[in-house]
């Protein structure tokens, strides 16, 4: 600004002889008069002339003019005047992306590639760690909606891994109330269920055949003779000692009847009463005598129907383990090998199929219901052929990867499989064949991904995961059991679950967490920290462009157009200093 200096300086000029100056009042009053007497002469010249243009219908010079054209350009101020010499153009301060320099079309990249390397290196080694307690927790803002990128890094990870084998849970013959789970190689649970589906309804078909196989006849019809034989043998003996009392013995419906003789015919009822009293008693005891050897020869014929029985149970029993033992040499080539517990499990069935054969066999009268098997003891344990069904948790086929489970919903039943029941006479019943996996188990061998404000919604989901990954190992209990409603008596041997969790909530969470929850810290060792704010770079660029237009192909909205990327980019982007731009937020773009 000029100085004060400068303003005397401008003010002391010389000015011309005829211009007026400031310091001669008789020029100052002088100028104004003479002025004001040649604007009053043009004054009145204009209204003569208006009046005839009016007259003419012309318009008139006196009509009064537009205010912008009256207004004079506002002079600016001095401290406007210097803000205009610093002023920077917008152009200069704005940084585009050239559509040049997107490809037609754009690279496949998720919000993971965005992160930091040290982010995506922590993501990593919590995935591929082999320690119980590294599991992983991801702290982003809400808005960034990292879930499924999460799903997707983990599913790209799995891929890697050895696909898991299948998990069974069988009968076990020792201890009926604690069913035993059996971990297989990938796509052989489903064979099992199968192998042993048939393996019973064949040998419910062949069993009953075995009474029609010839040497089983053979056997029975020497069984019979021979008990015939025996039969009539105690007979004779019965008759020849009912004579030596003075009776006969006859047959009556099944039944063995003694009568006492008389001169070789049976005694009547009126020769009887003619008799003195001393006959009678002697009769009487004799008649009791004979009573005592007919009961005695009654135990014999019972001892030998049960012996024949006996005899003709074993000639089918035996016949029954041959069969059941070469029915069975197909089903132990196939799976005792995969391991000690399989094999210890195919000879206990084989056993309990040898020892309890009567079961296969199809009876005379109508059989009972099958849903009436278990009224005899606790309905819950199986029962007869009940007991030989596999109960086929989950399953991988060959060559698949890993699994990768995302729970939205983890509820108890969800998340840590339940006992499926039926409602029968009025009780809500189950046994080891309605036990159900939940996420845990269709995790195993793979990663399990939750959102940790869904996790914590109930404390007692929050406390069963922390004692599951603690000790590693998953039991289908009941939900509603810790409540005591539905208690039942099946307790199932719990089973490995070798799964890495990885929990998604924001950094407040996990501060929280730490310093409450001591088991936290021990089980979520790793933080992957996924900062809204990226550097913008080249590479940067690309694969935002990636996750953009992945995005906008979900929503069924195609590709855009190179220009119009390039702006969604810019759109996100703020200038700094440097000629760097960060992207705010880059959830909220996805969501728009």
């Not at 010389?14 to 211009?19: F, G, I, K, S």
């Not at 939750?450 to 914590?456: C, I, N, T, V, Y």
Request: aromatic letters at 4%.
């Amino acid at each position: 600004e000029p100085s004060a200096t400068q303003a005397a300086d401008e003010s002391s000029e010389v000015r011309p002889a005829d211009e007026p100056s400031a310091s001669h009042p008789a020029s100052r009053a002088s100028a104004p008069s003479s002025q004001s007497q040649g604007a009053e002469e043009e004054l009145a010249h204009l209204e003569d002339s208006d009046s005839d243009k009016l007259a003419a219908g012309e318009p008139s010079e006196l009509s009064p003019l537009p205010t912008s054209s009256l207004m004079l350009p506002s002079e600016p101020s001095a401290s406007m005047k210097v803000r205009q010499r610093f002023a920077v153009p917008a152009a200069s301060v704005t940084v585009q992306l050239d559509p040049e320099a997107l490809p037609s079309e754009p690279q496949k990249s998720c919000l993971f590639d965005l992160v930091t390397p040290v982010a995506r290196r922590a993501l990593e080694l919590g995935l591929s760690a082999r320690e119980p307690g590294f599991h992983v927790f991801v702290a982003a803002d809400p808005d960034v909606m990292i879930e499924d990128d999460v799903v997707q890094v983990a599913t790209r990870f799995a891929a890697r891994m050895p696909t898991p084998g299948d998990l069974v849970y069988v009968h076990d013959f020792d201890r009926p109330e604690a069913p035993r789970p059996l971990l297989l190689p990938p796509g052989t649970g489903p064979a099992l269920v199968e192998a042993m589906d048939e393996l019973i309804d064949g040998l419910r078909e062949r069993i009953p055949q075995l009474a029609e196989a010839e040497d089983i006849e053979r056997a029975h019809s020497k069984l019979t003779v021979e008990l015939e034989a025996r039969n009539k043998q105690v007979m004779a003996d019965l008759e020849t000692t009912a004579r030596t009392h003075g009776f006969g013995v006859r047959t009556v419906q099944g039944a063995v009847q003694t009568f006492p003789i008389l001169h070789g015919k049976p005694l009547s009822a009126e020769q009887f009463d003619v008799m003195d009293e001393s006959t009678k008693k002697a009769l009487q005891g004799a008649a009791d005598r004979l009573t005592r050897q007919v009961e005695k020869a009654a135990r014999l014929v019972r001892a030998h129907s049960a012996k024949f029985e006996a005899e003709q149970n074993a000639a089918l029993a035996s016949g029954a383990s041959s069969l059941i033992q070469r029915e069975m040499r197909d089903l132990f080539d196939r799976f005792a090998g995969l391991s000690t517990e399989v094999g210890r499990y195919l000879r206990r069935v084989r056993q309990a199929l040898i020892d309890d054969w009567e079961d296969l066999f199809d009876p005379p009268e109508p059989a009972r219901p099958e849903s009436l098997d278990s009224e005899e003891g606790d309905p819950e344990l199986a029962t007869r052929l009940s007991r030989f069904r596999v109960n086929l948790l989950k399953t991988n086929r060959p060559g698949d990867p890993a699994p990768v489970i995302y729970d939205t919903n983890p509820t108890y039943p969800n998340l840590f499989g339940y006992l499926e029941r039926r409602a029968r006479f009025g009780a809500l019943l189950t046994d080891f064949t309605r036990i159900r996996a939940g996420s845990l188990h269709n995790a195993m061998g793979g990663v399990l991904v939750l959102r940790a404000a869904d996790l914590l919604a109930d404390p007692m989901i929050w406390e069963r995961m922390k004692r599951v990954l603690r000790e590693g190992r998953l039991g289908a209990e009941d939900p509603v059991g810790p409540l005591g409603l539905y208690a039942t008596t099946l307790r199932p041997v719990p089973v490995p679950v070798p799964v890495r969790v990885v929990l998604v909530g924001t950094p407040d969470l996990y501060d929280a967490l730490r310093d409450a929850d001591a088991d936290f810290a021990q089980l979520f060792r790793l933080k992957v920290e996924v900062d809204p704010v990226i550097e913008r770079t080249r590479e940067n660029l690309l694969r935002l462009d990636g996750v953009l237009m992945a995005a906008a192909q979900e929503r069924g909205l195609g590709i855009f157009p190179r220009e119009a990327r390039a702006r969604l980019l810019d759109r996100r982007q703020r200038a700094q200093h440097r000629q760097h731009a960060r992207d705010d937020n880059v959830g909220v773009l996805l969501r728009r």
